[in-house]
């Protein structure tokens, strides 16, 4: 059974930084995706970050290019997303997320089977 936990989640002045973790266990990724996903009040969820696990190419939405990379560690099995020049639009629940698709990283949230239970980032102005 695959888990995925997220931290690192809290509340940050604009134009601040945080770095998200997902500890992933329960199956080897290999050359599946995996994805950072947030959903704001009253939205629907997003795409924001992807990225292949053995190959380490990797797909940004467009608002967060320059600003969020996203990361891994193979030998812990975590997945990372660092953020910088944090908007007060940036803040949302985010997820950790995994899909089975080989060699694609899907931008579409409903594309990815396995999902955390998020951590909220909250960006004050």
């Known amino acids: 059974q695959v888990q995925l936990v997220e931290s690192g989640g809290g509340l940050v002045q604009a134009g601040g930084s945080l770095r998200l973790s997902c500890a992933a266990s329960?199956?080897?990724?290999?050359?599946?995706?995996m994805a950072w996903v947030r959903q704001a009040p009253g939205k629907e969820r997003e795409f924001v970050a992807g990225i292949l696990w053995s190959a380490g190419s990797s797909s940004y939405e467009e608002s967060v290019k320059g600003r969020f990379t996203i990361a891994k560690d193979n030998a812990k099995n975590t997945l990372y997303l660092q953020m910088n020049a944090l908007k007060p639009e940036d803040t949302a629940v985010y997820y950790c997320?995994?899909?089975?698709?080989?060699?694609?990283?899907?931008?579409?949230?409903?594309?990815?089977?396995?999902w955390g239970r998020g951590t909220p980032v909250t960006v004050s102005s």
């Open positions: 997320t995994a899909g089975t698709r080989p060699g694609e990283i899907p931008r579409s949230a409903s594309a990815y089977n396995y």
């Open positions: 329960g199956r080897t990724f290999s050359s599946s995706p």
